[in-house]
C-alpha cells in the first residue's frame, strides 16, 4: 500500500505512519516531495485494516497495490486450471455446456429433459433441488427427493449434475449427489457456506452476485481456494444495473477480465443474464466469441409450465439449435464444442 | 395480476389464458378493448409463477398488481409494530440508538466502549462477534468467546446486544446470547438463514443488502414473519452505485417509502452507508428528519487501531456530539431521545 | 394506458377517471372486477402525462401499454433501415467497421492512420474535431481545422468520415464536412441538438448515454426521426455501474434487444465500453457474435502519445487481427466483412 | 500522479517513464522499493493524459492524486461562496428555498402560484419555458412566451426566478429574462452549454447528472468557474441506481461531502430525487439536515392537471406546511428559514 500523506502533514506525524506500518509487519519506505510525502509499505499487507491508516493524523489518501486475492490469481498460477468430471474436462479449449430446467420439479419430466439436452449436446446437468426464492410463498424446491431424482439422472445418462447448496449443513448431502455444488448468486458472500464448500473439497461453482465486482468474486473464490479446494468454476449470471429491458445486465467484459485475472475456468449463464428466452442464444454466442470456457443454460421441455424461470427457458429444439450456433462460434474462435462422450457411445 | 394479449391474439389464443388462469385457482375477467384483449386474474396470485403467462401465444405483458408481501405491509396490520428489548422499546415516537464497535475484539476494550456508549445516550450495544468479511485472510471475528464478552457488557451495562449471526446453526447460540440477531446486509438473500431466523422467535434485525431494492428487503422480512416471528427490525444501510465518493449511497429515500409500506420498525447504519466517520453525523440527523425509528453507529476508542471498519468509526466523544444533534431533530420532529433507562439509574 | 383503481374506490372516483380519459381525447374501457375496477384508455396515450392521472382520488397504479417510440420501432417498420454513405452500406448482412483516433490532433498523423485503418480493414473514419472532456483544462479538439483535417482523410482515403457535433450552432457546419454526425453519450438527452439534427436531413450517428436506457435510446433516435430524418444509426457504449475494473460496463443484451425493437442499424463501441485496449478484440467479436450490424473502434499510430482516450486505442497492426478476427465470427454468424470498396479500387 | 511500475520493470522502461514525465512538464520523483519502483510525478498534472502512462512498457497503475477540480475547491477556497439575488441571499446560515411549478403552462395559474409559493414561504421562483423531455411527442414548453410570463411574476412578486437553458444559443435570452439560469441533468456535461453559460457571467444553477459523480458534478462547476463566473449554485437531485420504488435515488451523502470539498452553495431538490409529492418533505427535512442551504420544490395548484411532473408536485397548502417543517430542522441545526422579503414587505 501507499500512504500520501498530507501536504502540511508534520515529520512526527510522518513518523507515527511509519512507526505504524512496522508494528504491522511491514517495512516502510518514504519518499518526500517538495509537496507531500509519500510512504511505501512493503511486505504482504493483505491481512491488514488499510482504512485504519486513514486515520493517523497528516494522512490523505491510502492506496492498496496488491491485489487482495492471490491463489484466485494467474500471476500465482499462469497455467488454467482444468479438472474432470464425468465424461468431461471443464477449462480447457473444448467448450462445456450445462443445461437443464431451473428446478427439479417432477421424476419424469427431469429425466426426459435430461436426455433431451444430451441429445440436443449438453455435457452436463443442471437443476435446483433447493431454491432461493424472494418470496418465502414460492416453490422452495423438492429438497432431498430432487437430489435423488439428479441422481438418478446422472445414472442413466452419464452426465454429471450441478445443483445448488444454499447452507453450509447442506454440504454433506448435497455433495453426496452432485458432482458439483453450485454457490448461487445471493450466497456468493455467505462466507459460511465458502469455508464448509472449501473444506468439502468437492467441486464448487460459484455464481457472480447480481451487485458483486468481479474483485469480490474472486474473493470469493479465495475463500474456497484457501482450504486447498482448487475444483473452481467461476460463473457469470448478469448485474443489477438501472437498465429494466433485461433482467439482469450481462456484464460481458467480465469475460475477459476475468480469463486474465485468474486460471479458473469461466462459464457464463445466458439465462439469468437475460431473463427472456429470446435473447439467449445471441448471449451465449457473444460469450464463447468473447472468451468464455462454458456456457449455462435453462431448459424446459414446455416453460410455461415451469414453477420457476419459465420466461427465460429454452424448449429443448431451440437448445439444440442453440448448440450449433455456438459450435461455430467456438470453431471461430479456435476452439470446439465436442458432443458428450456419453452421447456418443450411445 | 393483469395479462395484455398482443393486438393479433386469437380466441383461442385467449381462450388458453382463461383456462391457465383458472387452472391456478383464479378467475379470469376479460376486458375486450378495441384494439386488443386485456385479462384480469383475480384472486390471490402471489405463490403463481406469473411470468410463465408471457409464454402462452398471443400473451404480450403480465401486469403484477398485488404487492409480493403480506404480513410485512401496512395494509396487512396498520399500527406500528412496537416491541420491548431489556430498557428500551422499539418503534414509538421514541428514538432507538444502538452503538459500539464494529467487532468484539478485546473484553476490556468492549466494556468500555460499551460503558462510554451508554454514558452517550446509546440504548443498545453492537457488536460482531462472527464477521463476514471480503477476505478469508482478514479478521473474521473472536467467534463464541466474542458472544460471551457481549454477554458481560450486556450484564455490566444493562443494554440489550445486537450481534450478527451467520448461518442457520449458529441462531441457537447467537440468540442465547444476544437480545437482537442481526441479519447482515451480505445474508439479506440467504434464504436457509432467514428461515431459521424467523423459526428460533427471537428478534432480528435485518439489513438491507447493497443490491437488494426496499421490496426484496420487505420480502427477506416477509421470511422471518412467515414463521410467526413478529419482532423484526429493518436496517438501511446504504445501496452500491457507480458513486464512488462514499462507501455506499445512502438510499435515504428507502424511510419515508419503508414508513409508507411497513408496520416495522426501521433504523438507518450511517457508519455503513457513508463509510467516512466524517458524514456519519450529518446521515444520522437526516435519517431521523426523515422519520426513521433509530439509528445504528459504530463507535470504536481508538478507530485508528480497529480491526475492520476503523475509517466509518466514531470516538466516544464524537458519538456523544452525535447524539446531542439527533436529539435536536428528533425534537423538531415531534419525537424524542430519551436517556437509556439504565443510564439514568445509575 | 391501464388504471387500476384501489379497492375502496368510490363511484364517483371512478366516473371523474373515465371523464378525464375522454377530455384527453381517448375512450374509457370499464373492467369492475369483485375487489377493485380496472380502466382501460383505448388510443394514442403518448402526448399525454400518465403520471397525472396517479393524482386523481382513488388511482392505486396507472401502467403505460403503448411502447413511447413510434418511427423507432419495427412495428412501424418491419425490415432494417439501410442507408449508403460513400463506398459502404450500413444496416445490411455485411458488417461495418468506423475506426480512427479519439480526437484529430495533427494533420499527417491522422492521414497516415486513415490509410493505415483503411489498409487493415475499416469501412469508414471516426475523429474528434470538437472533444467532450469532463476536465475545462483537458485538450478540447481542434475545432474546425480539424474539420478539415477529417475532409482530406475523406478525400485521400475515399471513406466516409463520422465526427461528434456538440451544439445545435455547430450542426451547419459538422454536416458540411462530415458523413455521419455523431452525437455524444453526454449529449443522448441533449434535445436542442437532437432537434437540430433532425432537421438537418443528415446521416446521425446517436451514442448511447452511459445512464440511459434502452428506451431513452430510442425516444433520442425518435427525436432525430421525427423530423422526417431517417438516416440514423444506434451505438451501444457501455453504461455505467458500480463494477470498476472496465471503464463503462457494455450492455451485450443491448444488441438483441435494439434488433427486436428497431429496425435502426445497431453498432458497438468496444473501446469506450471496455476503456481498455486489451479488451477490445475480445468485445468487438461478442458483439457481433450477438447481432450487431457494425463496430467503432479507436485506433492511433502511437497510443501512448494520444492527447484523449490512448489507454483504450489500439495500434494499427492490432486493429488488423482485430479485423481478421472479428471476420470469423461474422462468417459464423452468417454475415460477412467486406473490404473498404476504396481499399480494393487502390 | 503516482505511476506504478511492474516487479519486472527494467531500468531503461523506468528511464522511459522519467522522460515522459519531463517531457510533460512535470518532474520524476523515484522510490525504489525491494518489489518494485514507484514514481511521483510532481507539479500540475491535471492537464496531463494520465491514463497514457499505462501504455508504457513496466507500468503496472496510475494513480491520480490531485483532485481534478481547483477553483470549485475548498482549497482554493476556504470561505463559501455567497451571492445576492432580488431579496434573498444563497450560500449563507439562511435555508433558500425555490419554488414554484415544473414548467410554465399558462399565464394566470403560474402568477397565482407565484404568490401563493411567496406566501408560504418561498424565496425565489421556478418554472421552465423550454422543457427537456425524454419524448419529442410531450409538451416541450412554452419557449420566450414563458420567459416573458416568468418576468411578470419577478415583477409582481418581487421574487428572483430560476428557469432552465438548453442550448448555448439560448443563454443571451435566458440570461435576460432570468436571474439564475438553470443548466438540468440531462446538460450537466453539455460542455458547450457550460462554456456559454461561464461567459455570460449571469447566476447558474447546476443540477448533478442522474448518473454522474460527485467528482464530474464539481467539473462542471469548474468549467462554470474557469470563464470567472463565481456565481454558480449546484443541486442534487437524484441518481439513477437499480431502486425503482422512486423516481429517482436521493443520494443524501453527496451534501455533506459537497459541503467539504467546495466553498459553492448546495442545495436540494426532493421533487425529482423522491418523483412523488408524498416523500418530498421527509426528504427536504433530510437535506437541511444533512447541511443543504436550500432546497428546490416543485409546486403547482392543481397537480392532476400539470402538463409534466404532476405526480411529484406539492399543492400550495402542503407546501406550506413543508415549509413550517424545514424551518424547525433549520432552526435544529443553528440555521433559520427566514420569510422572504418581499413577502414581509407587502
Not at 283 to 300: N, P, R, S, T, Y
Request: charged fraction near 25%.
Amino acid at each position: 500500500m501507499i500512504i500520501i500523506m498530507k501536504a502540511q502533514a508534520t515529520q512526527s506525524q510522518i513518523d507515527a505512519v511509519v512507526r505504524r506500518i512496522e508494528e504491522c509487519g511491514l517495512r516502510a519506505h518514504l519518499s518526500q516531495g517538495e509537496e507531500r510525502c509519500i510512504i511505501g509499505a512493503i511486505g504482504d499487507d493483505r491481512p491488514i485494516a488499510k482504512d485504519s491508516f486513514l486515520l493517523l493524523d497528516g494522512v490523505e489518501q491510502v492506496l492498496p497495490i496488491l491485489k487482495p486475492y492471490k491463489l484466485a490469481s494467474r500471476d500465482f498460477q499462469p497455467a488454467n486450471t482444468t479438472f474432470r468430471l464425468d465424461g468431461v474436462t471443464i477449462g480447457t479449449s473444448s467448450i462445456v455446456i450445462i443445461a437443464g430446467p431451473c428446478s427439479v420439479e417432477d421424476r419424469n419430466q427431469y429425466i426426459e429433459t435430461a436426455f433431451a439436452v444430451r441429445e440436443a449436446g449438453a455435457h452436463a446437468l443442471r437443476g435446483g433441488a433447493y431454491k432461493p426464492r424472494t418470496s418465502p410463498y414460492s416453490f422452495q424446491g423438492l429438497g432431498e427427493p430432487g437430489l435423488e431424482i439428479l441422481a438418478e439422472a446422472r445414472e442413466r445418462t452419464g452426465m454429471p449434475v450441478v445443483t445448488e447448496v444454499m447452507s453450509p449443513e447442506q454440504v454433506p448431502l448435497v455433495a453426496k449427489y452432485a458432482d458439483v455444488m453450485q454457490i448461487g448468486a445471493r450466497n456468493m458472500q455467505n462466507f459460511a457456506l465458502l469455508h464448509a464448500a472449501g473444506e468439502s473439497q468437492h467441486p464448487v461453482l460459484i455464481k457472480r452476485g447480481m451487485m458483486a465486482t468481479i474483485e469480490e468474486l474472486l474473493m470469493a473464490a479465495e475463500y474456497v481456494l484457501s482450504h486447498g479446494n482448487r475444483r473452481v468454476i467461476l460463473c457469470e449470471r448478469g448485474i443489477r444495473t438501472f437498465e429494466t429491458a433485461t433482467r439482469n445486465t450481462t456484464d460481458i467484459n467480465a469475460i475477459p477480465v476475468l480469463k486474465e485475472a485468474t486460471h479458473l475456468p469461466v462459464i457464463l449463464d445466458p439465462s439469468h443474464s437475460t431473463g427472456k428466452w429470446e435473447y439467449v442464444t445471441a448471449i451465449a454466442k457473444a460469450a464463447i466469441a468473447a472468451g468464455a470456457d462454458g456456457l449455462m443454460i435453462e431448459v424446459h421441455p414446455n416453460p410455461a409450465e415451469a414453477k420457476s424461470d419459465g420466461a427465460q427457458s429454452l424448449k429443448p429444439e431451440r437448445f439444440a439449435e442453440l448448440v450449433r450456433q455456438v459450435r461455430m462460434i467456438a470453431e471461430a474462435v479456435g476452439r470446439d464444442l465436442k458432443a458428450s462422450e456419453h452421447a456418443l457411445v450411445q
